[in-house]
């Protein structure tokens, strides 16, 4: 039975705003309170889509949220109707209106971690919400974040879903921003890769000193243990405190992993050795051959990996067994960057090519490729049993790019957020988004 690692591509939502909102995320802080353009950036991340469907890859799609989240605001003691909820907000605390108003749903590398059939011990795809409980406006994401993906895989034969974890910071869990799988064969038994940034009860972990480590082991560990994976197809690792307090605040940031092979920065992680040879060891039982591509201090630097999120890439197999690496166009602009690349396509390798993608306003809010992205192995059968609505096709990429053109603003400031009627406008657009996508009731405007 063939098998597929199908990338579900985060829409971003009509929202999409520079709040500056996530302490630790260089490129959210660097251009808070900027103007930031909601179709553009939706138009960008379809075209993205849309090519790597052209290229024969499987793409899907995973909806936004509903944003402003007035219930949200309600909850923190804002009353009255909807525009007076905003309106108050707007004046009495900005700064949570703004959170409520976040569209940073659109890096669905944090929506969740999804192990693959193969690898759990009831043979289902176990998706788990990440609680993203770092960050209050990324906190509330989750239940809307569940709905929806019980929509897209709704067939509890071959899919399974856990909710977030408790909503404390011991167990502090950032989805698959955190996690990569490795495999011979996307439909074979694989080795997960679970990387921490701090331990929640153990001291002998060190931590980072600036900036929060928003992963923790215990999170980690309990998501294995719901996913029901072997021991012997796990491998945690610590992230380097010290690339942490550079502004790596998910080891997307650092490092990306697909089949066989880690690309990573080699300030990375924390004892790496014994780090790679605990991934060689195990993938082999697997049947794997593991491969490591170690980017030098010297070459690249960790400020240029995070200016240019070179490793915040994806990392694509092709049919002859080369990769492709997706890149945002600031790695072409970073002139140590793209010489690296250069080199490292010419050598032979098995990264055979880099095809470079605008998604600038992404990147300025702080999320590239990779954060755009949560992949999920199917083999056949699961593949056909997911909602076909959210799979990218050429009438869908069509009627998406009409959605956009005909919902979303193509400026939005903070003052915007304060204007009752985008509210309504956001609505608007995600009902009819829930029909394009065969999504059902999905959203808490159409449910309660």
């Known amino acids: 039975m063939k098998s597929y690692e199908v990338n579900f591509d985060g829409l971003v939502g009509p929202t999409h705003n520079y709040g500056g909102l996530s302490y630790g995320n260089v490129a959210s802080q660097s251009n808070s309170q900027q103007s930031s353009n ?9 075209a993205k889509m849309k090519a790597l469907m052209d290229m024969g890859f499987q793409q899907g799609v995973l ?12 909850r923190l003691g804002f009353a009255g109707s909807d525009a007076q909820v905003i309106q108050q907000a707007a004046k009495e605390a900005m700064p949570l209106l703004v959170a409520s108003c976040s569209a940073s749903s659109m890096w669905v590398a944090n929506a969740a971690t999804v192990s693959p059939s193969a690898d759990t011990a009831d043979g289902r795809v176990h998706f788990t919400a990440a609680n993203l409980n770092c960050k209050y406006h990324r906190s509330i ?8 993906l019980g929509a897209m895989f709704a067939d509890q034969q071959h899919f399974a879903h856990h909710a977030a974890l408790p909503a404390v910071a011991q167990f502090g869990d950032e989805g698959a921003a955190n996690h990569t799988r490795f495999c011979r064969a996307y439909g074979e038994a694989g080795v997960e890769f679970f990387v921490f940034g701090r331990s929640a009860f153990d001291t002998r972990y060190p931590a980072p000193q600036k900036y929060p480590a928003r992963q923790t082991l215990e999170a980690s560990q309990a998501v294995a243990r719901l996913h029901g994976l072997r021991e012997e197809g796990v491998v945690y690792a610590q992230q380097n405190p010290s690339v942490i307090d550079q502004g790596v605040f998910h080891n997307d940031v650092i490092a990306v992993g697909n089949g ?4 990573y920065h080699e300030d990375a992680f924390l004892e790496t050795d014994r780090m790679l040879a605990e991934l060689s060891s195990k993938l082999a039982k697997v049947g794997g051959t593991f491969q490591s591509v170690c980017v030098p201090r010297s070459a690249v630097t960790v400020d240029d990996a995070v200016r240019s999120y070179l490793f915040n890439s994806q990392l694509l197999s092709r049919p002859d067994g080369s990769m492709l690496l997706i890149v945002p166009q600031e790695c072409h602009g970073n002139e140590r960057v793209w010489q690296y690349l250069q080199g490292l396509t010419g050598s032979g ?3 055979g090519e880099v095809k470079v993608f605008d998604l600038k306003q992404s990147m300025q809010n702080g999320g590239g490729p990779a954060c755009l992205r949560l992949r999920v192995a199917l083999n056949e059968t699961e593949l056909a049993a997911v909602n076909p609505g959210v799979i990218m096709t050429a009438p869908l990429y069509d009627s998406l790019t009409q959605w956009v053109e005909r ?13 009752p009627q985008l509210l309504l406008e ?13 999504l059902g009731a999905v959203y808490p405007f159409q449910i309660n």
């Open 38 to 46: 909601p179709k553009e950036a939706a138009l960008q991340g379809l």
């Open 63 to 74: 909806a936004p949220q509903e944003r402003p989240d007035v219930a949200a605001l309600r």
């Open 141 to 148: 994401e989750h239940p809307t974040t569940s709905r929806v």
């Open 260 to 263: 066989e092979v880690l690309f």
């Open 349 to 351: 390798g098995v990264i």
């Open 407 to 419: 919902h979303y603003r193509d400026r939005m400031t903070e003052n915007d957020l304060a204007d």
């Open 426 to 438: 956001c609505r608007a657009a995600l009902d009819e988004l829930t029909q394009i996508l065969k």
